[in-house]
């Protein structure tokens, strides 16, 4: 057993134990609290004030598939030859070895969402990962989810290899073409009913829709400008999937038509320049609009797009300009493991959930925060020293 | 006539005056000190309670040139047709209006070293401007011109280049195309220094050459893009053979060699240091590069590269290193008075004294902290940019 003490734990979902104590043991938090009993033999990690946060989660990266350090020639993250590829898996580009995964967890950034690009209307399925491991099945937590994507990114791909889709009209129809697809491949395996026979020939691409149109997994729409997060609410309609908005960057302009609806989103990467035209109208309010409406948001950055070591001091921008600090930390704590299916596991720390743990010298909003120590399933990988 | 009063000022070369007046006429810094008699019919800027900041001097980025906002219409920063093109200058990429200018003004950066690209070996003339463009033309935001031509070393020539089959495919390649622009630059020198001499001897004019002759009589620098410690080397090597004054841009492996910048007295622009490695020659970059720098005694400022890292986050890129052990005046430093050096117009700008331009940026809290910010900035005197409140 291990015990972290003398920390102002903030648990997110149960205030704040100034000082208090979380316990460790088998990779799980045993017990968090102003008085905790520890049992004999309890290593004990006095963080002497320090400030303690449960790891903290990127919702949607390019971590280990980027082909960071090696030049992004390398990076394994964007099939861009067919607009449709939905049978691709993040899962077989992680390179646990990545800098960028060495990089989230030096800053307590201990799961992330890790996807395919934006370059396919329909790129494939991502995972989400423990920033630490030796093989990418140890490190896996379950899926990500179906990436898709509108806007400039496939049009400008395939518009300059002459294909379609070449416009938002191509984008919306090729979309919209194999979801009908996927649809009728589940009708015939009902329809086959078991029967070898009947059953129609195994189809990788559609297999994995399947999961889409059947609920299992949501579809996860890259899209920045107004109208295109409101065509993805409305093919999302159309077929009655689980529609989650990706990058969600004019977001603060229909935050009323997500609330709505339940739609929840990320939000990033907002740091960088407006390298498209469709960035136009970036801008740290969005979070504090998409709040204000009640539309559940993680903040990401989006690695490498937008550095992942500075996940924390992103939300802190946000708080800037207005959102409020709690809703703040969640974005990169209990909204964002929920962004990804993982709030049962992670995001607060609590008994019975994963010890991901990060003790900071200061607030994680401050620019000379230092990260003292970060726990992942209760093993210590990083320390400042 | 203009009056900041009452906040605490941080001069950057003569001190900080925890309870500051600052009075400015005619663009002009003509007087700072505690309880200075206010004239009357002055606007007054009230600063209690405010930090005072001279506007802060990005020493090298893209505003301007490579346009925030669009695709490849606003792309102004690399001319990728011909390794050599000494004789292209930032100034006539310049769109004035350009949200990245207006950015660095919102952000409090009031002056910029405006550059071409790294894509060639020599890319072009930079200029250093003010930020503040709405309503000017270029003409009316230039400090210096020119002051300092672009040079590049490493991945982003070899690669350039590389995929049109052409030199510079290599980094012997990239340094003999440095080498032998420098040396024509030499003979057309010459051929001048001749044709002045003896009207009959032959000369033309060479507009290639003319940049090029501008470093090799010390009348700019050559700022050469390096990454990596052995790129860093090679410009040290070729700056010697030429006696040429030269800078180090981005400098990322700094660290490796700071003793061979100090020994010779090279200054360096450090960043940016927020992006992710994307090429194999940031492999080793560390936000403790600036600090290894300050203890052997180079002289350096911080960039960020805008747009790769948008101008706004200046500040922030300075604060992480103090985060890693910086001295907080030198971090203050190397995004004032040594960027404005480097820069070239540290006469004029880059710290808080009389004579100086009145560039000058109130701050809800110090800059280094993440949740200040801007309230007011003052570009020649002027009230260009106040904070709306939420």
């Given at each position: ?385 | ?56 001097v990005e020493a090298h980025g893209h505003a301007g040139v490579m ?9 102004d920063g ?7 093109t000494a004789h292209v200058r930032a100034i006539d990429a310049i769109n004035p209006?350009e949200?990245g200018l207006?950015?660095a ?5 009031t002056t910029l070293w405006s550059t071409p690209g ?5 890319g072009g003339d930079g200029v250093t401007i003010k930020t503040h463009g709405?309503?000017r033309t270029v003409d009316e935001m230039i400090i210096k011109y020119p002051s300092g031509l672009k ?60 940049a090029?002759?501008r470093v090799?009589?010390?009348e700019i620098p050559l700022r ?23 800078t180090?841009e ?56 805008h ?32 960027a404005a050096?480097i820069a070239g117009v540290?006469?004029r700008v ?41």
């Open positions: 057993m291990r015990a972290i003490t003398n920390g102002k734990i903030y648990t997110i979902t149960n205030g704040i134990f100034d000082p208090g104590t979380v316990l460790m043991d088998g990779g799980r938090i045993v017990a968090v609290g102003e008085k905790v009993d520890l049992p004999p033999g309890t290593e004990v990690v006095d963080v002497k004030g320090a400030w303690v946060f449960p790891g903290f989660i990127d919702a949607h990266t390019h971590l280990a598939v980027g082909g960071e350090g090696f030049g992004m020639g390398h990076a394994d993250y964007n099939e861009a030859f067919d607009p449709v590829t939905p049978h691709l898996r993040a899962i077989d580009a992680v390179f646990p070895e990545d800098v960028g995964l060495r990089d989230a967890v030096s800053v307590g950034i201990t799961t992330a969402g890790v996807t395919p690009g934006s370059a396919n209307v329909i790129g494939g399925q991502g995972v989400v990962i423990k920033t630490q491991g030796r093989t990418v099945a140890e490190m896996t937590l379950g899926p990500w989810g179906m990436k898709a994507a509108l806007g400039e990114n496939p049009k400008m791909v395939y518009g300059e290899q002459k294909k379609m889709p070449s416009t938002r009209l191509g984008i919306a129809a090729v979309l919209r073409d194999q979801l009908v697809k996927a649809q009728n491949y589940l009708e015939k395996v009902k329809k086959a009913a078991g029967n070898p026979d009947k059953l129609p020939e195994r189809d990788l691409k559609l297999e994995a829709l399947a999961e889409v149109i059947k609920g299992e997994l949501p579809l996860r729409v890259h899209a920045h400008r107004a109208d295109d997060i409101m065509t993805a609410l409305r093919v999302g309609e159309e077929f009655g999937l689980r529609v989650i908005i990706e990058h969600c960057t004019e977001g603060h302009k229909v935050a009323k038509e997500l609330a709505r609806r339940g739609v929840s989103c990320t939000v990033g990467p907002t740091f960088g320049a407006r390298s498209k035209v469709e960035l136009r109208d970036k801008s740290w309010r969005t979070p504090a609009a998409l709040a204000e409406a009640g539309v559940r948001f993680a903040i990401i950055s989006d690695h490498p797009f937008s550095n992942v070591r500075f996940l924390p001091l992103f939300a802190g921008l946000a708080v800037r300009e207005g959102l409020p600090e709690e809703a703040a930390l969640r974005a990169i704590t209990i909204d964002a493991a929920a962004l990804v299916g993982q709030e049962a596991r992670l995001g607060s720390i609590e008994a019975g959930k994963d010890a991901d743990l990060v003790v900071l010298s200061g607030h994680p909003f401050s620019l000379k925060t230092q990260t003292l120590y970060t726990f992942i399933n209760g093993e210590l990988v990083y320390s400042r020293n | 006539m203009l009056a900041i009063t009452n906040g605490r000022i941080y001069t950057i070369t003569q001190g900080i005056l925890p309870r500051g007046d600052i009075l400015v006429e005619n663009g002009k810094i003509v007087a700072i000190g505690t309880g200075l008699p206010v004239p009357s019919g002055a606007t007054v800027v009230d600063a209690t309670g405010k930090y005072v900041f001279p506007g802060f346009e925030d906002g669009f695709g490849w219409e606003g792309r690399n001319e990728l047709t011909d390794p050599v209006e949200q207006r950015d003004v919102e952000g409090g950066v790294s894509g060639n070996v020599i709405r309503g040079a590049a070393m490493g991945e982003n020539p070899k690669r350039v280049y590389g995929n049109q089959k052409k030199m510079p495919s290599t980094r012997m390649g990239v340094a003999g195309v440095m080498r032998e622009a420098l040396a024509k630059g030499q003979n057309y020198l010459q051929k001048m220094k001749r044709a002045a001499e003896d009207p009959e001897k032959p000369f033309e004019r060479d507009l290639k050459m003319e090029i002759a090799l009589r010390r050469v893009h390096a990454h990596r410690a052995d790129d860093i080397m090679t410009a040290v090597r070729i700056a010697e053979e030429f006696n040429i004054e030269i180090i981005h400098c990322t492996e700094g660290h490796k060699v700071a003793d061979e910048l100090a020994k010779r007295g090279i200054r360096a622009v450090v960043g940016p240091s927020l992006t992710a490695r994307s090429k194999v020659e940031l492999r080793d970059r560390t936000l403790l590069t600036p600090l290894v720098l300050a203890k052997a005694g180079v002289e350096f400022a911080i960039m960020t590269d747009p790769v890292i948008p101008i706004q986050y200046l500040p922030f890129s300075a604060a992480l290193a103090v985060r890693e052990g910086l001295d907080e005046e030198i971090a203050l430093r190397a995004i004032t008075i040594n050096a540290a006469d880059g710290s808080l004294e009389v004579g100086k331009d009145a560039d000058i940026v109130v701050w809800s809290d110090h800059p280094f902290e993440l949740m200040s910010r801007v309230l007011v900035t003052i570009v020649d005197g002027q009230v260009v940019y106040q904070r709306e409140e939420v």
